[in-house]
């Protein structure tokens, strides 16, 4: 399967991208990039950045929302944690793979032999996001992979970097075969991080973004990858990482008719994407009910066994914990009337207000539910009433997306975090025009800070 695999990402060109799906892709890029400038601001990226830096690893990659720049593979691996960061990037995909495809690709654009078009780069972009969740696929899918403990934005994402880079590149099809062979042996991630809202599920992605691109530099020179990665035998990585559940058929069914890029959703909200069903039907309920904070004797929302393991914890002392937690979001939706970044902070963290809302927020064991927007959320009101309210599919999934004004406003929220509004709305005005530039290599500049 390696084969038509290879083929076909070597072989694509944008002609052969629906025109929705080209339009889509811009609007990942925009909020990839919006979401890894504000997370240069974060503790991970800028310890990141001073691990690589002490090492010496100078180079001329720029870093997004900061000054310095480091060699091309690091830079990519700091600036997919950045994307990472916050949790504000796209999902759906590897699952994030906003965070994996175009950091490895902006710090490709310096090692291409060519000039790099528009064009070119949103083909590369839709490969990647296609690949990556081609190989989830592969595996059963999101949710036996990662209950059996893999994170698979850096299982799944690995891929996605790979093959975009190797389309921008040009790699022939042996040499993407070999890129992705060599990517399936940089496969890793574990949800240990879960447990105490360790960094490292930042990690996972800027990992991905960094050794895709290598996969991709290692095959351009003629390192071999192995040929039978997707076939079912002892090592491969099918078998491996997905055992029992894998449906290794899904890797290329409907290839280049089906463009799984449909599938990635935008989020509006800086938490797990399996919270944010949750954080839309309380804002239903306060919306129509009018109820404040102190209107609300209990709030139980339903989940499964896997769903709690992910998003049921309460420990809220460090961000990544907080943003893992489905009680912290409705709590914050309850009490600050939104979820966004703000609400994430230290200072909102230990409210003395959120906490008590908190601790009313309640997890009931139901394992008839399905998926989080398929749930429902049960408010007790201090005057005795209850409101079941369903959860449905979440804003910014591809079936309830957000507008485009929308996105702008989040992309110039967390961009102007840290560059000046005139390099904002130039680079947003870049974006949406992608497909019209002969050059992007004005991307770099406009990600950088001067």
């Keep these: 399967m390696i084969e038509a695999l290879a083929s076909f990402v070597a072989q694509a060109r944008y002609g052969d991208i629906p025109a929705d799906m080209v339009v889509k892709a811009k609007h990942h890029c925009l909020d990839t990039f919006g979401a890894g400038l504000a997370g240069a601001t974060s503790q991970v990226a800028i310890r990141a950045h001073a691990a690589l830096a002490r090492a010496g690893n100078a180079g001329a990659a720029p870093l997004w929302g900061a000054s310095g720049t480091l060699a091309p593979r690091d830079a990519a691996f700091v600036n997919g944690i950045a994307a990472h960061a916050f949790e504000l990037d796209d999902t759906g995909g590897c699952d994030h793979s906003g965070a994996v495809v175009l950091p490895a690709l902006v710090a490709a654009l310096g090692l291409a032999e060519y000039r790099v078009s528009g064009r070119d780069f949103l083909t590369a972009t839709v490969l990647g996001y296609d690949v990556g969740r081609r190989v989830m696929e592969g595996l059963g899918g999101y949710v036996p992979h990662n209950a059996s403990g893999w994170h698979s934005t850096g299982t799944c994402g690995v891929f996605a970097a790979a093959a975009a880079t190797a389309s921008l590149l040009r790699l022939s099809p042996e040499q993407t075969a070999a890129c992705l062979g060599i990517a399936a042996s940089c496969a890793s991630g574990l949800w240990a991080f879960v447990h105490d ?93 009018a109820l404040r904070p102190q209107d609300i004797r209990s709030v139980k929302a339903r989940l499964n066994s896997f769903l709690n393991g992910m998003v049921g914890g309460r420990d809220v002392a460090t961000l990544p914990a907080a943003q893992m937690s489905l009680p912290y979001a409705v709590a914050a939706r309850i009490c600050l009337g939104a979820a966004g970044l703000d609400a994430y902070a230290n200072e909102r963290r230990n409210d003395s207000e959120l906490t008590a809302m908190l601790a009313k927020v309640e997890i009931v064991l139901d394992e008839t539910v399905t998926a989080s927007w398929k749930s429902s959320l049960i408010v007790e009101a201090a005057d005795d009433r209850r409101i079941e309210e369903p959860t449905c599919i979440p804003l910014g999934h591809p079936e309830n997306p957000i507008s485009l004004a929308r996105l702008r406003g989040k992309f110039d929220e967390l961009a102007g975090l840290v560059l000046p509004a005139s390099q904002v709305d130039e680079l947003a005005r870049t974006v949406l025009v992608l497909e019209t530039l002969d050059d992007v290599g004005v991307l770099p500049r406009l990600l950088a800070l001067a």
């Design 197 to 289: 809202g360790a960094m490292t599920k930042r990690v996972h992605a800027g990992r991905a973004a960094e050794a895709g691109l290598l996969a991709a530099l290692l095959a351009r020179e003629g390192i071999t990858g192995p040929r039978r990665t997707f076939d079912d035998v002892w090592g491969g990585f099918f078998r491996t990482y997905g055992q029992a559940a894998a449906t290794p058929e899904r890797l290329v069914q409907g290839l280049g008719h089906d463009w799984l890029l449909r599938h990635a959703a935008i989020k509006p909200y800086a938490s797990c994407r399996d919270t944010h069903a949750a954080v839309d039907a309380i804002g239903r309920v306060l919306d129509r009910e």
